[in-house]
Protein backbone atom coordinates (compact mmCIF):
# COMPACT_ATOMS: atom_id res chain seq x y z
CA UNK A 1 0.00 0.00 0.00
CA UNK A 2 1.19 3.10 -0.95
CA UNK A 3 2.17 6.22 1.68
CA UNK A 4 2.76 9.09 -0.13
CA UNK A 5 4.64 12.39 1.70
CA UNK A 6 2.79 15.31 1.22
CA UNK A 7 1.80 14.89 -2.21
CA UNK A 8 0.85 18.03 -3.50
CA UNK A 9 2.56 20.34 -5.41
CA UNK A 10 1.46 23.82 -5.81
CA UNK A 11 1.35 25.24 -9.27
CA UNK A 12 5.05 26.48 -10.62
CA UNK A 13 6.99 24.73 -8.13
CA UNK A 14 8.86 21.63 -8.71
CA UNK A 15 9.85 20.47 -12.50
CA UNK A 16 6.26 19.51 -13.00
CA UNK A 17 3.42 21.41 -13.83
CA UNK A 18 0.56 19.08 -13.68
CA UNK A 19 -1.15 21.42 -11.20
CA UNK A 20 -1.42 24.24 -13.13
CA UNK A 21 -5.29 24.14 -12.21
CA UNK A 22 -5.03 23.33 -8.55
CA UNK A 23 -3.51 26.03 -7.00
CA UNK A 24 -4.59 25.86 -3.55
CA UNK A 25 -4.26 23.45 -3.34
CA UNK A 26 -2.14 22.82 -2.35
CA UNK A 27 -2.76 23.93 1.41
CA UNK A 28 -2.16 25.69 5.96
CA UNK A 29 1.05 30.95 19.89
CA UNK A 30 3.21 32.90 22.42
CA UNK A 31 4.76 35.71 23.24
CA UNK A 32 5.20 37.63 19.36
CA UNK A 33 2.07 39.22 19.65
CA UNK A 34 3.92 42.29 21.80
CA UNK A 35 6.31 42.18 19.18
CA UNK A 36 4.52 41.78 16.26
CA UNK A 37 3.95 44.86 14.28
CA UNK A 38 3.38 47.74 16.80
CA UNK A 39 3.89 50.74 14.98
CA UNK A 40 6.10 51.90 17.25
CA UNK A 41 7.98 48.76 16.61
CA UNK A 42 9.39 49.40 13.24
CA UNK A 43 13.19 50.53 13.12
CA UNK A 44 12.62 52.27 9.76
CA UNK A 45 9.41 54.39 10.48
CA UNK A 46 10.67 55.19 13.91
CA UNK A 47 14.48 56.00 12.69
CA UNK A 48 12.86 57.90 10.26
CA UNK A 49 10.25 59.50 12.01
CA UNK A 50 10.51 63.72 11.56
CA UNK A 51 13.40 63.49 9.26
CA UNK A 52 11.17 66.06 7.34
CA UNK A 53 13.51 66.39 4.16
CA UNK A 54 13.80 69.31 1.44
CA UNK A 55 11.54 69.54 -0.92
CA UNK A 56 9.02 67.14 1.19
CA UNK A 57 6.76 69.38 3.56
CA UNK A 58 5.97 67.46 7.12
CA UNK A 59 2.18 65.69 6.41
CA UNK A 60 3.55 65.14 2.41
CA UNK A 61 5.77 62.64 2.94
CA UNK A 62 6.12 59.45 0.68
CA UNK A 63 6.29 55.93 2.46
CA UNK A 64 6.88 52.84 0.72
CA UNK A 65 6.01 49.49 2.18
CA UNK A 66 7.64 46.04 1.01
CA UNK A 67 4.60 43.67 0.94
CA UNK A 68 5.22 39.94 0.41
CA UNK A 69 2.53 37.27 -1.13
CA UNK A 70 1.44 33.66 -0.11
CA UNK A 71 4.64 32.81 2.37
CA UNK A 72 6.88 31.41 0.35
CA UNK A 73 9.72 30.36 1.94
CA UNK A 74 12.44 32.01 0.31
CA UNK A 75 10.85 35.18 1.44
CA UNK A 76 13.00 35.06 4.42
CA UNK A 77 15.82 35.69 2.32
CA UNK A 78 13.73 39.23 1.30
CA UNK A 79 13.68 39.52 5.16
CA UNK A 80 17.64 39.28 5.79
CA UNK A 81 18.09 42.00 3.18
CA UNK A 82 15.44 44.28 4.33
CA UNK A 83 17.06 43.49 8.19
CA UNK A 84 20.20 44.67 7.09
CA UNK A 85 18.58 48.29 6.20
CA UNK A 86 16.23 48.27 9.23
CA UNK A 87 13.44 48.44 6.83
CA UNK A 88 10.28 46.08 8.26
CA UNK A 89 7.83 44.25 5.57
CA UNK A 90 4.52 43.10 5.73
CA UNK A 91 4.03 39.43 4.93
CA UNK A 92 0.20 38.32 3.54
CA UNK A 93 0.16 34.61 4.79
CA UNK A 94 -1.93 31.48 3.22
CA UNK A 95 -2.29 29.73 6.81
CA UNK A 96 -3.03 26.29 5.01
CA UNK A 97 -0.03 26.66 3.67
CA UNK A 98 2.73 27.18 6.59
CA UNK A 99 4.87 24.46 7.02
CA UNK A 100 4.25 22.34 3.76
CA UNK A 101 7.27 22.50 1.45
CA UNK A 102 8.12 25.35 -0.09
CA UNK A 103 6.37 27.52 1.94
CA UNK A 104 7.14 29.61 5.72
CA UNK A 105 7.15 27.12 8.60
CA UNK A 106 5.31 28.56 11.92
CA UNK A 107 8.98 29.00 13.49
CA UNK A 108 9.81 31.60 9.87
CA UNK A 109 6.64 33.48 11.07
CA UNK A 110 7.42 33.80 14.55
CA UNK A 111 11.33 35.05 13.62
CA UNK A 112 9.82 37.48 11.18
CA UNK A 113 7.13 39.15 13.65
CA UNK A 114 10.23 39.29 16.75
CA UNK A 115 12.16 41.08 13.60
CA UNK A 116 9.70 44.07 13.64
CA UNK A 117 7.85 42.22 10.30
CA UNK A 118 4.20 42.13 10.01
CA UNK A 119 2.17 39.45 9.56
CA UNK A 120 -1.24 39.36 6.94
CA UNK A 121 -4.27 37.50 6.16
CA UNK A 122 -4.24 35.70 2.75
CA UNK A 123 -6.81 33.32 3.41
CA UNK A 124 -6.63 29.57 4.24
CA UNK A 125 -6.68 27.74 0.56
CA UNK A 126 -6.04 30.79 -1.58
CA UNK A 127 -9.30 30.66 -3.80
CA UNK A 128 -10.92 33.20 -5.72
CA UNK A 129 -13.08 34.77 -3.30
CA UNK A 130 -15.49 36.51 -6.02
CA UNK A 131 -15.95 32.82 -7.08
CA UNK A 132 -16.91 31.44 -3.73
CA UNK A 133 -20.12 31.13 -1.94
CA UNK A 134 -20.62 34.06 0.59
CA UNK A 135 -20.39 31.26 3.45
CA UNK A 136 -16.95 29.45 2.17
CA UNK A 137 -15.82 33.21 1.53
CA UNK A 138 -16.52 34.29 5.39
CA UNK A 139 -14.76 30.63 6.18
CA UNK A 140 -11.26 31.46 4.22
CA UNK A 141 -11.10 35.19 5.43
CA UNK A 142 -12.16 34.93 8.67
CA UNK A 143 -10.46 31.72 9.89
CA UNK A 144 -7.25 32.43 8.32
CA UNK A 145 -7.01 35.95 11.02
CA UNK A 146 -8.25 33.59 13.41
CA UNK A 147 -5.68 31.03 13.45
CA UNK A 148 -2.80 33.49 12.80
CA UNK A 149 -4.02 35.24 15.82
CA UNK A 150 -4.29 31.93 17.63
CA UNK A 151 -0.60 31.79 16.91
CA UNK A 152 -0.06 34.79 18.44
CA UNK A 153 0.02 37.67 15.58
CA UNK A 154 -1.68 40.81 15.85
CA UNK A 155 -3.50 40.65 12.39
CA UNK A 156 -4.74 43.85 10.82
CA UNK A 157 -4.09 43.48 7.29
CA UNK A 158 -5.14 41.43 4.53
CA UNK A 159 -4.66 40.84 0.67
CA UNK A 160 -7.07 39.70 -1.85
CA UNK A 161 -5.96 35.96 -3.06
CA UNK A 162 -5.37 36.34 -7.14
CA UNK A 163 -6.17 40.50 -6.25
CA UNK A 164 -9.75 38.94 -7.09
CA UNK A 165 -12.34 40.93 -5.09
CA UNK A 166 -15.55 42.46 -5.30
CA UNK A 167 -18.08 44.52 -2.75
CA UNK A 168 -19.45 41.12 -0.84
CA UNK A 169 -15.25 40.17 -0.37
CA UNK A 170 -14.51 44.13 0.65
CA UNK A 171 -17.54 43.44 3.42
CA UNK A 172 -16.64 40.06 4.38
CA UNK A 173 -12.55 41.40 5.44
CA UNK A 174 -14.34 44.23 7.25
CA UNK A 175 -16.67 41.75 9.23
CA UNK A 176 -13.51 39.39 10.15
CA UNK A 177 -11.69 41.82 11.46
CA UNK A 178 -9.42 43.28 9.34
CA UNK A 179 -8.18 47.12 9.26
CA UNK A 180 -8.20 47.07 5.17
CA UNK A 181 -7.38 44.89 2.28
CA UNK A 182 -4.92 45.36 -0.82
CA UNK A 183 -5.57 45.23 -4.14
CA UNK A 184 -3.08 44.82 -6.74
CA UNK A 185 -3.78 47.82 -9.45
CA UNK A 186 -4.62 51.45 -9.24
CA UNK A 187 -1.11 53.13 -9.29
CA UNK A 188 1.14 54.17 -11.61
CA UNK A 189 3.41 51.60 -12.83
CA UNK A 190 4.81 49.87 -16.27
CA UNK A 191 1.74 48.78 -16.40
CA UNK A 192 -0.56 51.25 -15.72
CA UNK A 193 1.04 54.73 -16.63
CA UNK A 194 -2.42 56.97 -16.60
CA UNK A 195 -3.31 55.48 -13.07
CA UNK A 196 -2.36 58.09 -9.78
CA UNK A 197 0.95 58.31 -8.40
CA UNK A 198 0.12 57.36 -4.27
CA UNK A 199 -2.44 56.29 -2.37
CA UNK A 200 -3.58 58.29 0.26
CA UNK A 201 -3.03 58.59 3.75
CA UNK A 202 -5.53 57.38 4.93
CA UNK A 203 -6.79 55.33 1.76
CA UNK A 204 -10.46 56.73 0.21
CA UNK A 205 -10.97 52.96 -0.04
CA UNK A 206 -9.49 50.43 2.71
CA UNK A 207 -10.63 47.89 1.62
CA UNK A 208 -9.30 48.44 -1.51
CA UNK A 209 -5.86 49.67 -1.10
CA UNK A 210 -4.08 50.57 -4.68
CA UNK A 211 -0.74 49.63 -5.35
CA UNK A 212 1.05 49.76 -8.55
CA UNK A 213 0.76 45.96 -9.57
CA UNK A 214 3.16 42.45 -8.60
CA UNK A 215 6.73 43.20 -9.38
CA UNK A 216 7.43 40.40 -11.25
CA UNK A 217 10.92 39.13 -13.24
CA UNK A 218 10.01 42.55 -15.95
CA UNK A 219 10.23 45.12 -13.10
CA UNK A 220 14.27 46.58 -12.94
CA UNK A 221 15.40 48.53 -10.24
CA UNK A 222 14.92 51.51 -12.33
CA UNK A 223 10.97 50.74 -12.81
CA UNK A 224 10.72 50.40 -8.89
CA UNK A 225 12.69 53.80 -8.41
CA UNK A 226 10.71 55.89 -10.79
CA UNK A 227 7.65 54.73 -8.99
CA UNK A 228 9.36 56.02 -5.47
CA UNK A 229 10.25 58.90 -7.18
CA UNK A 230 7.09 59.71 -8.97
CA UNK A 231 5.22 59.61 -5.60
CA UNK A 232 7.50 61.67 -4.49
CA UNK A 233 7.32 64.37 -7.20
CA UNK A 234 3.26 64.31 -6.73
CA UNK A 235 3.17 65.48 -3.42
CA UNK A 236 3.94 62.37 -1.63
CA UNK A 237 1.30 59.30 -0.40
CA UNK A 238 2.06 55.70 -0.19
CA UNK A 239 3.32 53.59 -2.66
CA UNK A 240 2.70 49.13 -1.19
CA UNK A 241 4.92 46.94 -3.91
CA UNK A 242 3.82 43.63 -3.83
CA UNK A 243 6.57 41.06 -4.30
CA UNK A 244 6.38 37.07 -4.34
CA UNK A 245 9.68 35.03 -4.89
CA UNK A 246 12.94 35.94 -3.90
CA UNK A 247 15.44 34.30 -5.94
CA UNK A 248 19.30 34.03 -5.76
CA UNK A 249 19.59 31.46 -8.34
CA UNK A 250 19.87 32.16 -12.36
CA UNK A 251 16.28 30.40 -13.20
CA UNK A 252 13.45 32.71 -11.22
CA UNK A 253 9.90 32.24 -11.68
CA UNK A 254 7.71 35.18 -13.65
CA UNK A 255 6.75 35.86 -10.45
CA UNK A 256 10.24 36.91 -8.92
CA UNK A 257 12.98 39.62 -7.76
CA UNK A 258 16.38 39.09 -7.63
CA UNK A 259 18.07 39.09 -4.41
CA UNK A 260 20.21 41.60 -5.99
CA UNK A 261 18.17 43.58 -7.42
CA UNK A 262 15.94 43.94 -4.07
CA UNK A 263 19.15 44.75 -1.89
CA UNK A 264 19.99 47.46 -4.62
CA UNK A 265 16.40 48.44 -4.25
CA UNK A 266 16.62 48.82 -0.31
CA UNK A 267 19.98 50.33 -0.39
CA UNK A 268 19.13 53.41 -2.71
CA UNK A 269 15.58 53.39 -0.50
CA UNK A 270 18.00 53.99 2.72
CA UNK A 271 19.83 56.53 1.32
CA UNK A 272 16.42 58.24 0.00
CA UNK A 273 15.09 57.84 3.41
CA UNK A 274 18.17 60.31 4.67
CA UNK A 275 17.52 62.66 1.24
CA UNK A 276 13.69 62.93 0.92
CA UNK A 277 12.03 61.61 4.05
CA UNK A 278 10.63 58.58 2.12
CA UNK A 279 10.40 55.90 4.97
CA UNK A 280 9.17 52.29 4.92
CA UNK A 281 6.75 51.04 6.97
CA UNK A 282 4.54 48.25 7.37
CA UNK A 283 0.68 48.09 6.58
CA UNK A 284 -0.27 48.40 10.19
CA UNK A 285 2.32 50.87 10.24
CA UNK A 286 0.61 53.14 7.82
CA UNK A 287 -2.95 52.18 8.77
CA UNK A 288 -2.86 52.02 12.51
CA UNK A 289 -5.98 51.61 14.54
CA UNK A 290 -6.17 48.44 17.30
CA UNK A 291 -6.51 45.32 16.66
CA UNK A 292 -9.80 44.01 16.71
CA UNK A 293 -10.64 40.26 18.51
CA UNK A 294 -11.00 37.47 15.91
CA UNK A 295 -14.32 36.61 14.35
CA UNK A 296 -15.37 33.27 15.00
CA UNK A 297 -16.82 31.41 11.92
CA UNK A 298 -19.53 28.35 11.79
CA UNK A 299 -18.14 25.23 10.00
CA UNK A 300 -19.67 24.05 6.96
CA UNK A 301 -22.31 21.46 7.74
CA UNK A 302 -21.70 18.17 6.47
CA UNK A 303 -22.74 16.78 3.33
CA UNK A 304 -21.70 14.34 0.15
CA UNK A 305 -19.65 14.82 -2.97
CA UNK A 306 -20.74 17.49 -4.28
CA UNK A 307 -20.93 17.68 -8.48
CA UNK A 308 -20.15 13.45 -8.25
CA UNK A 309 -21.20 12.90 -11.53
CA UNK A 310 -18.70 15.27 -13.00
CA UNK A 311 -21.14 17.30 -14.87
CA UNK A 312 -20.63 20.26 -14.09
CA UNK A 313 -18.27 23.05 -15.16
CA UNK A 314 -17.17 26.00 -14.14
CA UNK A 315 -14.77 28.99 -13.74
CA UNK A 316 -11.63 28.05 -11.36
CA UNK A 317 -11.86 28.71 -7.77
CA UNK A 318 -8.41 28.38 -7.44
CA UNK A 319 -5.88 31.13 -8.15
CA UNK A 320 -2.55 29.97 -10.08
CA UNK A 321 0.46 30.58 -7.89
CA UNK A 322 2.89 30.54 -10.35
CA UNK A 323 1.13 34.39 -11.34
CA UNK A 324 -1.10 35.15 -8.79
CA UNK A 325 -3.46 35.44 -11.54
CA UNK A 326 -6.95 33.45 -11.48
CA UNK A 327 -6.90 30.16 -13.82
CA UNK A 328 -8.07 29.32 -16.76
CA UNK A 329 -11.96 30.05 -17.53
CA UNK A 330 -14.37 27.46 -18.28
CA UNK A 331 -12.06 24.53 -17.78
CA UNK A 332 -12.44 23.13 -14.51
CA UNK A 333 -15.05 20.85 -12.88
CA UNK A 334 -16.63 22.67 -10.45
CA UNK A 335 -15.40 21.44 -6.52
CA UNK A 336 -12.77 19.23 -8.24
CA UNK A 337 -8.88 19.75 -8.78
CA UNK A 338 -6.27 17.74 -10.21
CA UNK A 339 -3.71 16.07 -7.75
CA UNK A 340 -0.67 15.10 -7.96
CA UNK A 341 3.05 14.46 -7.30
CA UNK A 342 6.28 12.79 -8.31
CA UNK A 343 8.26 12.80 -11.35
CA UNK A 344 5.49 11.52 -14.07
CA UNK A 345 3.51 13.64 -16.68
CA UNK A 346 -0.05 13.26 -16.00
CA UNK A 347 -3.01 14.64 -18.57
CA UNK A 348 -6.59 15.48 -17.23
CA UNK A 349 -9.82 15.27 -20.29
CA UNK A 350 -13.26 14.93 -19.90
CA UNK A 351 -15.05 12.08 -21.97
CA UNK A 352 -17.94 11.26 -22.48
CA UNK A 353 -17.30 7.46 -22.01
CA UNK A 354 -19.36 7.77 -18.44
CA UNK A 355 -21.29 5.50 -16.08
CA UNK A 356 -24.03 8.70 -15.50
CA UNK A 357 -25.11 11.36 -16.93
CA UNK A 358 -23.15 12.69 -19.93
CA UNK A 359 -19.33 12.85 -18.36
CA UNK A 360 -16.79 11.45 -16.65
CA UNK A 361 -12.96 12.22 -16.21
CA UNK A 362 -10.13 10.29 -17.76
CA UNK A 363 -6.46 10.62 -16.16
CA UNK A 364 -3.73 9.18 -18.33
CA UNK A 365 -0.11 9.12 -17.08
CA UNK A 366 3.01 8.57 -18.87
CA UNK A 367 6.32 9.04 -18.81
CA UNK A 368 5.69 7.41 -14.85
CA UNK A 369 9.00 7.95 -12.67
CA UNK A 370 7.40 8.49 -9.16
CA UNK A 371 4.53 9.45 -7.49
CA UNK A 372 0.63 9.44 -8.74
CA UNK A 373 -2.48 11.41 -9.56
CA UNK A 374 -5.50 11.38 -8.63
CA UNK A 375 -9.33 13.77 -9.30
CA UNK A 376 -9.84 15.19 -5.55
CA UNK A 377 -12.73 17.40 -4.02
CA UNK A 378 -11.30 20.40 -4.01
CA UNK A 379 -9.20 21.83 -0.68
CA UNK A 380 -11.17 24.04 0.73
CA UNK A 381 -12.92 25.20 4.13
CA UNK A 382 -15.93 22.46 3.46
CA UNK A 383 -18.10 23.75 0.54
CA UNK A 384 -16.46 21.23 -2.18
CA UNK A 385 -14.25 19.58 0.71
CA UNK A 386 -16.14 16.57 2.88
CA UNK A 387 -16.92 17.79 6.45
CA UNK A 388 -16.24 15.25 8.78
CA UNK A 389 -16.34 14.12 13.07
CA UNK A 390 -13.12 12.77 14.27
CA UNK A 391 -13.09 9.27 15.19
CA UNK A 392 -15.91 8.47 12.46
CA UNK A 393 -15.44 6.32 9.80
CA UNK A 394 -16.41 7.08 6.05
CA UNK A 395 -17.91 5.00 2.92
CA UNK A 396 -16.25 6.07 -0.25
CA UNK A 397 -17.11 5.39 -3.45
CA UNK A 398 -16.73 5.95 -7.12
CA UNK A 399 -16.88 4.10 -10.37
CA UNK A 400 -13.84 3.77 -12.95
CA UNK A 401 -12.25 1.63 -15.44
CA UNK A 402 -8.44 1.39 -15.56
CA UNK A 403 -5.55 -0.02 -17.19
CA UNK A 404 -3.94 -0.09 -14.74
CA UNK A 405 -4.87 -1.01 -10.84
CA UNK A 406 -5.71 2.05 -8.59
CA UNK A 407 -6.84 3.12 -4.82
CA UNK A 408 -8.39 5.65 -2.79
CA UNK A 409 -5.81 8.27 -1.35
CA UNK A 410 -7.27 9.96 1.51
CA UNK A 411 -6.46 13.10 2.75
CA UNK A 412 -7.63 15.47 5.55
CA UNK A 413 -7.60 18.80 6.60
CA UNK A 414 -6.44 19.90 10.09
CA UNK A 415 -7.60 22.78 12.30
CA UNK A 416 -5.30 25.21 11.04
CA UNK A 417 -6.54 24.55 7.40
CA UNK A 418 -3.28 22.53 6.15
CA UNK A 419 -4.25 19.33 4.22
CA UNK A 420 -2.22 16.57 5.07
CA UNK A 421 -2.05 12.94 3.45
CA UNK A 422 -3.64 10.36 5.67
CA UNK A 423 -4.77 6.57 4.37
CA UNK A 424 -4.97 4.54 1.67
CA UNK A 425 -7.17 2.01 0.38
CA UNK A 426 -6.57 -1.41 -0.60
CA UNK A 427 -5.96 -1.92 -4.52
CA UNK A 428 -8.41 -1.99 -6.71
CA UNK A 429 -7.52 -4.29 -10.10
CA UNK A 430 -7.75 -2.85 -13.40
CA UNK A 431 -10.98 -3.21 -14.84
CA UNK A 432 -12.12 -2.81 -18.87
CA UNK A 433 -15.70 -2.60 -17.87
CA UNK A 434 -17.32 0.00 -15.14
CA UNK A 435 -16.72 -1.23 -11.64
CA UNK A 436 -17.63 0.15 -8.46
CA UNK A 437 -14.54 0.65 -5.86
CA UNK A 438 -16.12 1.31 -2.18
CA UNK A 439 -13.55 1.59 0.61
CA UNK A 440 -14.69 2.12 4.27
CA UNK A 441 -11.95 4.18 6.21
CA UNK A 442 -10.64 3.67 9.64
CA UNK A 443 -11.96 6.12 12.62
CA UNK A 444 -11.06 9.51 11.15
CA UNK A 445 -8.15 10.97 12.91
CA UNK A 446 -8.19 13.21 16.17
CA UNK A 447 -8.27 17.23 15.16
CA UNK A 448 -9.59 16.44 11.59
CA UNK A 449 -12.41 18.71 10.34
CA UNK A 450 -12.80 17.78 6.51
CA UNK A 451 -11.54 15.01 3.90
CA UNK A 452 -10.42 14.95 0.22
CA UNK A 453 -10.66 11.30 -1.66
CA UNK A 454 -9.62 10.42 -5.16
CA UNK A 455 -8.92 7.50 -7.01
CA UNK A 456 -5.08 7.30 -8.10
CA UNK A 457 -3.32 5.95 -10.67
CA UNK A 458 0.46 4.90 -9.62
CA UNK A 459 1.43 4.04 -12.62
CA UNK A 460 1.32 4.53 -16.26
CA UNK A 461 -2.40 3.98 -17.48
CA UNK A 462 -5.47 5.54 -18.43
CA UNK A 463 -8.12 5.63 -15.55
CA UNK A 464 -11.44 7.25 -15.87
CA UNK A 465 -13.92 7.66 -12.96
CA UNK A 466 -17.38 8.67 -12.65
CA UNK A 467 -20.00 9.00 -9.71
CA UNK A 468 -18.08 9.36 -6.13
CA UNK A 469 -20.08 8.91 -3.22
CA UNK A 470 -19.25 9.48 0.50
CA UNK A 471 -21.17 8.38 3.48
CA UNK A 472 -21.34 7.53 7.08
CA UNK A 473 -21.69 3.73 6.82
CA UNK A 474 -24.53 1.27 8.27
CA UNK A 475 -23.08 -0.09 11.45
CA UNK A 476 -21.25 -3.74 10.38
CA UNK A 477 -22.34 -7.29 10.82
CA UNK A 478 -20.50 -8.04 14.03
CA UNK A 479 -22.13 -5.02 15.81
CA UNK A 480 -25.26 -5.64 14.37
CA UNK A 481 -24.71 -9.41 15.88
CA UNK A 482 -24.21 -7.73 19.24
CA UNK A 483 -26.98 -5.55 19.07
CA UNK A 484 -29.56 -8.03 18.45
CA UNK A 485 -27.73 -10.72 21.33
CA UNK A 486 -28.25 -7.35 23.52
CA UNK A 487 -31.90 -7.20 22.85
CA UNK A 488 -32.81 -10.82 23.21
CA UNK A 489 -30.86 -10.69 26.94
CA UNK A 490 -32.85 -7.73 27.71
CA UNK A 491 -36.46 -9.14 26.45
CA UNK A 492 -35.65 -12.45 28.38
CA UNK A 493 -35.29 -10.70 31.55
CA UNK A 494 -37.93 -8.94 31.17
CA UNK A 495 -39.88 -11.42 30.24
CA UNK A 496 -38.79 -13.55 33.44
CA UNK A 497 -40.06 -10.44 35.71
CA UNK A 498 -43.69 -10.10 34.35
CA UNK A 499 -43.95 -14.03 34.76
CA UNK A 500 -42.52 -13.44 38.44
CA UNK A 501 -44.71 -10.85 39.35
CA UNK A 502 -47.58 -12.30 37.52
CA UNK A 503 -47.11 -15.50 40.24
CA UNK A 504 -46.44 -13.35 43.12
CA UNK A 505 -49.70 -11.07 42.52
CA UNK A 506 -51.67 -13.92 41.82
CA UNK A 507 -50.40 -15.71 45.50
CA UNK A 508 -51.31 -12.40 47.53
CA UNK A 509 -54.93 -12.12 45.78
CA UNK A 510 -55.27 -15.44 47.03
CA UNK A 511 -54.29 -14.61 50.46
CA UNK A 512 -55.99 -12.67 53.49
CA UNK A 513 -54.07 -8.89 53.15
CA UNK A 514 -54.60 -7.69 49.71
CA UNK A 515 -52.73 -5.08 48.87
CA UNK A 516 -49.78 -3.94 46.38
CA UNK A 517 -46.45 -5.76 46.34
CA UNK A 518 -43.47 -4.25 48.12
CA UNK A 519 -41.83 -1.97 45.89
CA UNK A 520 -44.90 -1.91 43.25
CA UNK A 521 -46.17 1.12 45.02
CA UNK A 522 -45.73 4.43 43.49
CA UNK A 523 -44.50 6.68 46.91
CA UNK A 524 -40.72 5.31 46.72
CA UNK A 525 -39.87 5.36 43.20
CA UNK A 526 -41.09 9.08 42.92
CA UNK A 527 -39.33 9.81 45.91
CA UNK A 528 -35.92 11.81 44.82
CA UNK A 529 -33.29 13.89 45.86
CA UNK A 530 -33.94 17.75 46.14
CA UNK A 531 -32.28 19.60 43.22
CA UNK A 532 -28.47 20.39 44.28
CA UNK A 533 -28.20 17.73 46.98
CA UNK A 534 -26.38 15.17 45.09
CA UNK A 535 -25.77 13.04 47.94
CA UNK A 536 -28.94 11.57 48.59
CA UNK A 537 -29.86 8.35 46.06
CA UNK A 538 -32.85 6.62 46.29
ZN1 LIG B 1 -1.35 35.10 -3.29
Redesign the pocket.
Known amino acids: MRVPAWPLRWPGRGHARRLAGLSLAGFVLLQVAASAQPASAQPASAGAAGAGAAGTPAGHRTVVSFTF??GDADQMTAARILRAYRMPATF?V?TGAVGTPNYLTLADLRQLARAGNEIGG?TVS?LDLTHLSAAEARRQICQGRDVLTRWGFRVTSF?Y??AAYDRAAQAIARECGFTGARIATGLRSPGCPGCAAAETIPPARPYAIRTPGQVDTSWTLADLQRVVVTAERSGGGWVPFIFHHVCTTGSCGQLSIKASTLNAFAAWLAQRQRSTGTVVKTVAGVMGGTVRPPVPVRPAAAHGVRNPSLESVTRSSA?D?AT?SAGRPGTFLTCWMEGGYGDNTARWQRTQDAHSGRWAQQLTMSHFHSGGAQLLPTFDLGACSLPVTAGRSYQLGTWYTSTARTQFTVYYRDGTGRWRYWASSPYFQAAGQWTQAQWQTPPVPAGATGLSFGLSLFSNGTLTTDDYSFAVPPPDSTRRIVDWALLGVLALIGMTVVVRRTRVARLLTRGPRAGPPPGAGSAPRTTRPPAGSGRRVS
Open positions: DDYIHHAPGILE
